[in-house]
């Protein structure tokens, strides 16, 4: 069993050219992104609490009590574009922690059932193939939709199953590296397992798992706003880019503004880590993936 | 360049994908439309189950079909006006203990069967024993067969809402196996050819329904969920009727010819409930104090300027019991200053608790009001089981709820839910109780009247919650359709319906 | 072979133990209790205390377990309370229309897929290459909840071209379909680039060439055949991702499938049904797992013929 993110890693997009300038265009929209999301609430005022009637449904340009709406308001009056630069802190933030979670639990994985093989690494594996019976993010939607909605709850349902990506990943470089010379001399050498590790090992898996958690930090944009989408996980005065889209359904034929903006702004950001993802993925193929093979199982 | 056509060809290898899932897509479920005989809606509540006596028997959807396909004893009229269905007539004995309904002779069931005395008694029986939630207000409550077609009805109490009560009970035949049936018999005007849980229940008219057999052909009921793709529906034909349609959309059929639209007064009022039994809300002036923090009048007419009215009571107009209020004035100033003078803790944050999106808009305005005075209000959208339990359990501060009186008798709402020994809102006032057990005791309309518009009054002027709002349906109907008997319970009858 | 099977049929049975556990485990710790739900804001707590009974909450957890696991092997789901029927039979009844869907956007993403991937891998690095390369970035990018509510704005708000949303006519087929194979075709398209560009260099490609076969005759019938193994395999285990991340695109489109049926059950608590549909999902994945390992055997003669070329 397999799932999106090491499909993706797995397959090489084109050679980048060398020296093209187009090759920042995506570090640079991300960038943007990010100050947006860190420095745009404390530039952009918005309220998620007041309903300023009056603005409700006002298209993009329209003057409203607050100012100009540039990109209109939505059914209660609440400005988009406010929704859209506070929308950025979210996802920023829930796919950060998802990732780093992910990647904290996956790489500890990895490593130890790579390392220690075994029934350790059976089990684990075994857990691995559970998890990745619920396709998509069926297991996400049952685990935020049960419990009481909160941020944490977001990242943890999503984490559930980022990890696994990142824990085949080093487990295979893991297993192979287990046997190479300088290893098994700092093994005999009497080095601690976790030194080795840190030492001789992770070093080796550092550029993969940036490719690899680049992709899945666009996945996991994605899976929050589509879990906001439906209604599930994050609380009502969270400002979330899904959330809003979801709000703006009911007035496509009206007001389609409301809909459209937010997933402009998604998908960009998604588009942009994708390419960057590429750009890691072009760069570091063929590094740290000695094991590669040995990671699929059925 | 040959590797330029090899692209080219690769190309229109592209073009045929459209056949590709045209092919497979010609495989997908047919549905209602292109059948001009027939007369497809599509209900907001969807149809989950046809069992009555189920778990599933207080749903909307459920009763909607229901009404389709079996009878009651009485039926309410759009004002809730009570009417014979399979009872001519009832009358009370002198406390209202025993109910005697007289039935209607020569009814027959879809299948042929005579419908009599043993299967209204046989069905109550299904009904009292069954899961229905609405089986919870006739707890003691026995039927009895009796001499030339009249069945008795026994309360262990004095029970005059009785014959509003039994308007939620429908007769289904004796011989019902207990596993119920996909396809029941029963005495409606339809019967059912083809239903599919939550998705499409198709009806035929019954020929020998007693009131006449329905004018259609075939009567189906389509499950749409999206409010936007039902409006779509409605404006394709592709459904010639729906209902509890949204202001916001009712905007996108004005100037349609083929369109009609049509507001019938609910039962449903906008209720939201202190819980009194919290320190901070336990104070009478505090609670009034919010709600006159919030500016209903300014929220009903930007979000529901034709489906809103201010409301003038807890109950609405159509239900037994209403009467009206002294309006609450907002007054933003008056409001702060009472809370002050009260020693209102302004750091806590209040919980309006809600269920459903179609509601979002409106707590998140009340909230933002509140707000302007300082009021911490946070909107928390439950899930509908997790609503229940909570609402239950007393786990919230404020909560809302569309709350309606289907029976169209004041003693299943106020009666119901506000005495002390109910534990609903927290609120427990000993003159409140003794004027609601009267009002439950006695059978003499006027006198009950009266005692609901005390109780009313009590319940309005302490401010259990705030009853902003009475909720009109909207129904829109393409402009060939006749006859459609708009329901303010969201359950209209469609037996008398013709097509142009 | 057959130990082959023998052998992914057991794990594919601790696949489905470990997610039926799983599936107990995450219902038994969320908050909301099955029998108040069932009985409504008016029973008694009496009522509800007969209700857990019967249902058998009262008892301990690991007796839970067990009585639920037996209850599983007997393809016993138990009931919906909210439709009054067998859990499984209510499943069952959305199964068909989700698979309707997700078959026609599987054969939509193959096709598109295959068919970009080619174009891409024909020339490695080239203009076209590097075009279908963004592009399948940007069909991945895209969410498709998004899309669809654009495709809607555009051809049923806006045009009036197709119905928005619902079943019925092959029409309410297309959006749906179309959205849903959009992130696949991605997956698809790179597959099979990176498949082609493989195959491109082996040596019988240049053989072919050099029997004064056309470049399409090449590319169609050799290098499609031998990238062919690794898209097929993806198809299969993509279609398993299909059923789950059908759930968005159902509820765009008020398909009614599995998905929106999930997303439903899960905010009733109709704890039946969602284990029930969840359970036929991951095992319809290990079936597909199966299937596709199974195929990918045959698909690929260096493997049937264990290896030897």
């Known amino acids: 069993m397999t799932d999106v993110a090491e499909e993706l890693a797995a397959t090489a997009p084109p050679r980048p050219r060398r020296m093209r300038p187009l090759r920042w265009i995506p570090v640079a929209v991300i960038a943007v992104y990010v100050l947006v999301a860190v420095f745009g609430p404390l530039l952009v005022d918005y309220d998620p609490i007041a309903t300023p009637l009056a603005d409700r449904l006002k298209p993009p340009g329209a003057s409203t009590a607050a100012g100009t709406a540039l990109l209109g308001t939505d059914a209660v009056g609440r400005d988009v574009f406010a929704q859209v630069v506070y929308g950025a802190r979210t996802s920023m933030t829930i796919a950060v922690l998802t990732v780093s979670v992910a990647a904290l639990v996956g790489l500890t994985v990895g490593v130890i059932a790579g390392y220690t093989g075994g029934i350790v690494d059976a089990l684990l594996s075994r857990s691995v193939d559970v998890l990745l019976a619920f396709p998509g993010i069926v297991l996400a939607i049952v685990v935020a939709g049960l419990f009481d909605r909160s941020l944490a709850v977001v990242v943890l349902a999503l984490a559930l199953t980022g990890w696994i990506a990142f824990a085949r990943l080093t487990r295979g470089s893991a297993l192979s590296l287990r046997e190479r010379d300088w290893v098994a001399a700092a093994r005999v050498m009497g080095v601690s397992w976790r030194r080795t590790m840190t030492r001789h090992i992770l070093p080796f898996v550092a550029g993969p798992v940036v490719a690899l958690a680049t992709i899945e930090f666009g996945l996991v944009v994605l899976a929050e706003a589509g879990l906001s989408f439906l209604g599930i996980g994050l609380p009502p005065s969270t400002v979330s880019w899904g959330k809003t889209i979801a709000g703006g359904r009911d007035y496509l034929a009206t007001a389609w503004w409301i809909s459209t903006f937010p997933g402009v702004a998604l998908a960009l950001l998604v588009v942009s880590v994708g390419l960057l993802g590429d750009q890691f993925n072009a760069l570091f193929r063929g590094r740290g993936r000695p094991g590669a093979a040995n990671t699929r199982r059925g | 360049m040959p590797h330029r056509r090899t692209i080219r060809r690769l190309t229109a290898l592209t073009a045929l994908l459209p056949v590709a899932g045209l092919a497979v897509g010609c495989s997908t479920t047919s549905g209602g439309d292109g059948d001009t005989s027939a007369f497809t809606v599509a209900s907001p509540y969807a149809v989950q189950s046809l069992d009555p006596y189920g778990s599933a028997g207080a749903a909307i959807g459920t009763q909607l079909a229901n009404q389709a396909v079996f009878n009651r004893l009485v039926k309410a009229d759009a004002t809730g006006q009570l009417g014979p269905d399979l009872a001519e007539s009832w009358t009370p004995d002198a406390d209202a203990t025993t109910w005697t309904f007289t039935l209607r002779q020569g009814v027959k069931f879809s299948d042929g069967s005579a419908f009599d005395a043993e299967d209204v008694v046989s069905s109550f029986k299904r009904f009292t024993e069954g899961k229905n939630p609405n089986a919870g207000s006739f707890t003691g409550v026995t039927a009895t067969a009796g001499a030339d077609g009249t069945v008795a009805f026994d309360s262990p109490a004095p029970d005059p809402a009785l014959p509003g009560k039994l308007t939620l009970f429908f007769v289904t035949a004796s011989e019902t196996p207990a596993e119920f049936p996909a396809k029941p018999v029963g005495t409606g005007p339809f019967t059912v050819a083809n239903f599919t849980p939550g998705e499409t229940l198709e009806m035929a008219p019954n020929a020998a329904y007693f009131d006449g057999a329905p004018k259609l052909q075939k009567l189906v009921f389509r499950q749409i969920p999206e409010i936007s793709s039902r409006m779509t529906a409605l404006a394709n034909n592709e459904i010639q009727a729906t209902w509890g349609v949204p202001d916001d959309q009712l905007a996108g059929l004005q100037g349609n010819p083929d369109v009609k639209v049509e507001t019938v007064a609910s039962t449903s009022v906008y209720t939201m409930w202190f819980n009194s039994g919290r320190d901070s809300l336990s104070d009478a002036t505090v609670r009034k104090a919010l709600w006159q923090a919030v500016d209903f009048n300014t929220i009903i007419s930007s979000l529901y300027p034709q489906t809103g009215q201010p409301s003038d009571s807890v109950l609405a107009p159509p239900v037994f019991g209403h009467a009206a209020q002294t309006p609450v004035a907002y007054d933003p100033e008056a409001a702060k200053k009472a809370l002050e003078e009260a020693g209102f803790d302004f750091s806590k944050t209040l919980q309006i608790q809600f269920s459903g999106a179609e509601y979002r808009q409106f707590v998140e305005a009340v909230a933002a009001d509140l707000a302007k005075v300082g009021v911490k209000a946070e909107p928390a959208e439950k899930e509908a089981a997790v609503f229940l339990e909570d609402l239950l359990g007393m786990k919230w501060d404020i909560n809302f709820q569309a709350l309606s009186t289907p029976s169209f008798d004041a003693a299943t709402n106020l009666g119901r839910l506000y005495p002390c020994s109910a534990k609903r809102t927290g609120f427990c006032d000993a003159d409140l109780d003794k004027i609601l057990a009267e009002a439950g005791s006695t059978a003499d309309t006027t006198a009950r009247q009266e005692l609901y518009a005390q109780a009313s009054t009590i319940i309005w002027d302490k401010a259990v919650g705030m009853y902003p709002m009475q909720v009109k349906i909207a129904y829109t109907w393409r402009s060939n359709v006749e006859g459609l008997a708009a329901s303010p319970t969201y359950l209209p009858d469609f037996s008398t319906v013709t097509l142009s | ?210 029997k004064g076969l056309s470049r399409f005759q090449v590319l169609t019938g050799h290098v499609l055949r031998n990238s062919l193994t690794p898209v097929v395999t993806i198809i299969g285990l993509q279609m398993g991702a299909l059923l789950g991340g059908a759930v968005i695109v159902e509820n765009v489109f008020a398909w009614p499938g599995l998905g929106s049926l999930i997303v439903e059950s899960v905010a009733n608590r109709d704890y039946s049904v969602v284990q029930a549909a969840v359970l036929l999902i991951a095992a319809v994945v290990v079936v597909l797992n199966l299937l596709a390992d199974l195929s990918y055997s045959l698909l690929d003669p260096r493997i049937r013929t264990g290896g030897n070329r």
């Open chain 3, 1 to 210: 072979m057959t130990g082959l099977v023998i052998r992914r049929l057991a794990v594919g049975m601790f696949v489905l133990w470990g997610a039926v556990t799983l599936m107990f485990a995450l219902l038994r710790m969320a908050p909301g209790d099955p029998a108040t739900l069932m009985l409504g804001p008016d029973a008694t707590s009496a009522e509800v205390d007969a209700l857990r009974t019967e249902l058998g909450l009262d008892r301990g957890v690991f007796a839970q377990y067990l009585t639920y696991l037996g209850q599983i092997a007997r393809l016993d789901f138990g009931d919906s309370y909210r439709f009054n029927l067998p859990a499984m039979d209510v499943v069952l009844d959305r199964l068909q229309a989700t698979v309707e869907l997700t078959v026609t956007a599987t054969v939509i993403a193959a096709v598109a897929g295959l068919t970009l991937g080619m174009l891409a891998g024909y020339r490695p690095n080239g203009r076209l290459d590097r075009t279908v390369s963004g592009l399948t970035i940007l069909l991945q990018g895209m969410p498709t909840f998004w899309v669809g509510i654009m495709l809607v704005l555009l051809f049923s708000a806006t045009l009036h071209l197709l119905p928005s949303s619902s079943v019925g006519t092959p029409q309410h087929m297309i959006m749906p379909a179309v959205t849903l194979s959009l992130p696949f075709t991605a997956i698809v398209a790179r597959i099979a680039r990176t498949s082609v560009v493989d195959s491109m260099q082996e040596p019988y490609v240049q053989t072919a060439y050099s």
